[in-house]
Structures are given as structure tokens and as C-alpha cells.
């Protein structure tokens, strides 16, 4: 076997690990957090139907950046160093068919393959992709990216003064849930004794800098501070604040729903918002750096736009709460027929932008970057970005709504459709619920 065959042999090897056993945990973030990859391989996160799904450079060939040789090497270079990227049409489909071949028996197949600029680019068949995923999140509901028992025990400790309303401390107190709830759910065992021997890992949570403990690892939770001052405060406390961002949902919902929001009967749904708006203004930054907040006593237009954080979050999972009942109504009034079982939907006819991106970009990737984040061996708990992270899949199923009306006319060529977007919108409500379990907010069913 020559270098081309070991250099192919090795990226579809690659392929087939992630592609075709395991792709609920083949997915690494870089360096920056900002981009996918697959082993070698990156992966593409936009103008999919023009630049493919995946794509791997070729580092190791001189002339890989020309789609012939370029005259800087001379033949003997070339021909020396000439691989499966390099300028020969014949490799090229070589190439290509190769990978097509070897993709028949993956869960995930290929789709298309092509050679060009020093680059293999695939495309994979979204059928295939589509059903594989949206299978494995309405099988597994709410445990989706949940792991097996790992045998492994951490301490989560904190410097915590029970009765202390401290602004900082409540937020080292979500902190530290928010924490506990994703290590269980990553298969580690959550004590709160760092004096045990079955401890792997110790951790200390405070908002001390000065504090350390022997044999703990000890990390420094960002404190709350006025954005004004831009000292941490000391004077509004947690009740305090509370009672501030009840006063901005208040508000908020009378200018959307009217005076009746004032209501008793409106009272719990204020309430779940106002926790969530306060979940969400204190960790959607990362936990060892502090967060600024507005805390002026009246109400003001920047505190209010700085809630949309969490109720643009809301306000999507209820526009899917809303699509979801209005069909299961449907059904039971006999306009429509009962959906058909995932096996049974045909996710060919999804070949939207933004469709593809919901399935390929959010919810195959979750349980890898659930598990990337939380590293209690690295220090790393970076929680803020499974929040940015929801908010990106939002902002992608806002414009899915702009553009499709999920529910349509009970016409018999129309229901396939509907059907696979119906299981499409399923499994992205199941993955956000599973979210904000971890985060102990509470969804409304409208916003």
C-alpha cells in the first residue's frame, strides 16, 4: 500500500469511527470553541448545498493548493510528492468512489464526494442523518447526551453562608447546581464530602480569591457587579434583585398581554419568567469571570432588553409547545390523521437551509459538546456556553418559523411534510427541555 492509499485509508477510517458507530461523540470543539470537527475532518456550518458537510485540507502535499501542478516544483517534486488531492482527474474519481464505497454500511452515509483545491469535501445523505438523530433523541427523550456511570466521584464544595442574600453568592449558588446536574448527567458520581477517599476529583467553589483548602482544587466564581459602579455590589441583595426583574417581567407582560396579567391567576407564569430572566442574567457569562447588571431601583429600557436573553429562549420553546398541541388538537377533532412513527417519515422532502442546520449543527452535536464543557480534571466548566449555544439554535428556529408554516392544509400530499417537520420540531422541544432541566428553569407554554 502506497502513502496515497495510507493517507485515504486513514481519513475514511475516521469517517467510518464517527459516522458510522459513534457520532453522538465524535465531535470536538477547536481551540476557540467556534468550530466542529470530526477527526481531521471540519465541519461545515453554512451553505451546506454549495460547500458541502465536510472537509479535510491536505497539509502534508506540496502542490495540494493547485488543481495542477504548480511551476514553483519542478516534475521530479511533483511526481515525488503528488497525492489524492493533487491535479489527476482519474484519482480524483478514484477518490471519490472510494469514499462512496466504503460509506454503504455506515449509519450515516455519504452522498457525494469531491477532490479539488487541496481539499476532500463531502456531502452526507440528510435521510440517513435526519433519521438517525431524531431516532435516537425521541427514543431517549430527556436523557439525550446523558452517559453511563463513569465510577468516578467529585466534591462539590462551596463557601456558601446559609441565610447570606449576597447578589455574588446567589450566583455561585446556580452556579454550582447548574454543575452538579451536568456531571450527573455525564455519568459522574456528585458528593459533597471532599474528605472521602472515593473522591477523583475535589473542587472548591468560592468568590474568595484568598481561600484555599489542601488537597482541593479551588475555583473563584466571578462576583456580581454594578454595571454603574463597576464595583461588586454590596448594597441590592438577592431579594432585592428579585423583586426588581419581577417588576421588568411585570411589566414587559402588560405591555404584551394587557392589564389582566396582573391577575392572580397570571402569577405563577411571572414567576417562572422572573426565574429564568435572574438563571440566565447570572451565568450566560463564563463562571470565573465576574458579570455586570444594571440594578438602577427604576425600571430601565437596557435591564429590559438584557431579559430578552431568557425570554427569547421561552418564547420559542412555547412557539413550540403551541405548533405541537394545535396538532395533537387537530388530530383528536379528525382533521388530521395520528403522525406516522419516525421509522415511517420521509426525511428526503426536509431540504431546507435551516432545517439541515437544526438537526446537523444543534441537536448531533449536543451530547458532544455537553461532555466538552464540563471537564472537572482540566478545571473546565464552561456552563455559559450551553447558553449561547441555545440561544444559536433559537435564533436558527426563528427563521425556520419565518419562512414555514409547519402545519398545513390536511391534504394528502401535504402530510409527509408536515409529519417530518412535525418530528424534526419534537426532537428540537425534547433537546431544549433537556436544557433547561439543567438549568432548573421552568418552560411556559406561552410567551
Known sequence: MDDRSLVLQGLISELESNLSRNWHCSFTLSSKGQT?????????????????????PYHHVGCAESSACSEKFSSSTCEKNVDIGCCDEDNHKRVSRSFMKESESWLMKIKECSVNCGKIVVKLKRRDVFMEVLRSIHSKGLDFGTLDDRGEVVSLTTDLVPGDSDLSLLRLALTTKVLRRILEK????????????????KVLFTINPSVRASNVSTLV??????????????DIDADSYRRMREKDVEQASVHKYGPSVLQPSWKTFLAAVTDSVITVDLLCTKPSQPVSLDLQ???????????KGATFLLYNYARLVSILKQF????????YPPIVPIENADFSLLSLEEE???????LMPYP?????????????????????????????????????????????????????RLHLISGVKILMQSIFTLFD???VSQM
Open 221 to 234: 466564581c466571578g462576583v456580581v457587579r454594578n454595571i454603574l459602579s463597576h464595583k461588586k455590589e454590596v
Open 441 to 443: 428553569i421552568i418552560p
Open 368 to 420: 458532544s459538546l455537553l461532555a466538552q464543557l464540563v471537564k472537572p480534571k482540566e478545571l473546565k466548566f464552561d456552563i455559559h456556553t450551553l447558553l449561547k449555544y441555545m440561544q444559536d439554535l433559537c435564533k436558527c428556529l426563528s427563521a425556520y418559523y419565518s419562512r414555514v408554516h409547519i402545519l398545513t392544509e390536511p391534504r394528502k400530499h401535504l402530510l409527509p411534510m408536515m409529519y417530518s
Open 297 to 307: 431601583d427604576k425600571f430601565v429600557l437596557n435591564r429590559e432588553r438584557s431579559s
Open 356 to 362: 439541515w442546520m437544526l438537526v446537523y449543527c444543534y
Open 328 to 335: 395533537d388538537e387537530k388530530v383528536s377533532e379528525g382533521i
Open 36 to 56: 466542529w470537527k470530526v477527526g481531521s475532518w471540519l465541519k461545515i456550518d453554512k451553505n451546506f448545498r454549495e460547500k458541502g458537510d465536510l472537509e479535510v
Open 186 to 201: 455525564l455519568g459522574y458520581e456528585v458528593c459533597d464530602h471532599p474528605t472521602s477517599k472515593e473522591c477523583l476529583y
